[in-house]
């Protein structure tokens, strides 16, 4: 079951704040936060049936990498900015009262020098407890974030999160459990990717990788190249390269029984672009199912538009306009690989993936255990 969540809740890099209508019991909800090499999000969360219904949530760009590729750290503004951010989400917290939550953070943390010393600022300022995550767990919460969305008749799948400082590729074997138990085999992946017997139809994980390139990092190495087509197709053939060592990379994969499942802004903003949506909705990206001709139309069109025309397109702007040209560079290096007409789009990613975790680990979704 999809999670239900407020309209266009983390739609767009801009600041979102959803109240909630009804204050739900505090002892029922969950806290999710990522802190991601660009954005700061958040959501909480009760669960319900076998999935949960969001009852507040925060998004914001805090580019909080920016410089990182340069100087190996986090510069004074990028951690400022995220600081701000962060306190609004401790307010809500404390709104909301929530005592059940799990705040991450990823690449940008892991790789800067001074991550620790930002860690220890982030508690003085908010009280606020950040984690700074493994690949694999990284990996693993974008799965299980996904499981809603594999269909029965996959036998091979392969699910992809573009980050912003890191892309994660998890190649997983469903063949020998029941089409009904599919879903639910991913879902028990929280647990690891390569875990002890269990009673229930086990997922096999063939193998997975997480690739220190994402869109901001990827765009950062190639900065220097003016020609818009050039670079595009650069960082495209870069990021080939650094697939080598993915096992499944090697074999060419039979499309009968094969999906890819795509969570990142990247993939939900190329899904707005083929559906010529004006508006972000939510409801009609989340699980759409993409063909690679429709994907590379959608891409041919971006590089038409170049740096000038990205700016002004609403699904775009701005702030986007260079991160969505390297995270397609990112997507068309993986068809390039893995030609499908079964890429599905998942507006969903980290967070949950950490409120899944959190709620089956308490037992409260109906479907369980997973």
């Not at 983390?10 to 936060?33: C, I, N, Q, T, W």
């Not at 580019?63 to 609004?88: D, F, K, N, P």
């Not at 790789?111 to 950040?130: C, H, M, P, W, Y």
């Not at 063939?206 to 900065?223: C, E, H, K, M």
């Amino acid at each position: 079951m999809a999670p239900k969540r407020p309209k266009g809740a983390g739609a767009f890099p801009k600041a979102v704040e959803s109240p909630a209508p009804a204050r739900p019991d505090p002892d029922a909800l969950y806290a999710a936060l990522d802190l991601g090499t660009n954005s700061c999000r958040m959501l909480i969360a009760q669960p319900k049936g076998s999935g949960f219904h969001v009852v507040d949530s925060f998004s914001k760009s805090v580019q909080l990498g920016a410089g990182l590729e340069r100087t190996g750290r986090l510069s004074r503004a990028s951690m400022a900015r995220t600081v701000q951010a962060l306190r609004i989400c401790q307010q809500k917290l404390k709104r909301n009262k929530v005592k059940r939550m799990r705040l991450i953070a990823t690449e940008a943390c892991r790789r800067a020098k001074n991550s620790r010393d930002f860690i220890r600022q982030v508690k003085r300022e908010t009280g606020l407890t950040l984690d700074i995550i493994q690949p694999e767990e990284e990996a693993r919460l974008a799965v299980i974030s996904c499981a809603p969305l594999v269909s029965t008749k996959t036998e091979q799948l392969l699910v992809v999160d573009i980050g912003g400082g890191s892309t994660e590729l998890v190649w997983i074997d469903i063949s020998s459990v029941p089409r009904r138990d599919r879903p639910a085999s991913i879902m028990r992946l929280h647990n690891g990717f390569h875990t002890a017997d269990s009673p229930f139809p086990a997922a096999k994980v063939v193998d997975w990788i997480s690739v220190p390139l994402g869109v901001a990092t990827l765009r950062d190495q190639f900065n220097d190249v003016e020609d818009d087509a050039a670079r595009f197709a650069l960082m495209s053939w870069f990021f080939e390269e650094n697939l080598a060592d993915f096992a499944p990379y090697k074999d060419e994969q039979a499309r009968e029984g094969f999906q890819i499942v795509g969570t990142s802004g990247t993939v939900t903003t190329v899904a707005a672009s083929h559906l010529g949506l004006k508006r972000y909705d939510r409801t009609k990206v989340d699980g759409l199912r993409m063909t690679s001709d429709q994907i590379d139309k959608v891409i041919r069109g971006y590089l038409e538009l170049g740096p000038r025309g990205r700016r002004r397109d609403p699904r775009i702007g701005e702030d986007r306009q260079a991160l969505i040209m390297s995270g397609s560079a990112i997507l068309q290096a993986l068809l390039r690989c893995w030609p499908t007409d079964r890429l599905s789009v998942a507006d969903r990613g980290l967070r949950e993936g950490l409120l899944y975790a959190q709620m089956s680990a308490d037992g409260v979704l109906e479907d369980g255990p997973f």
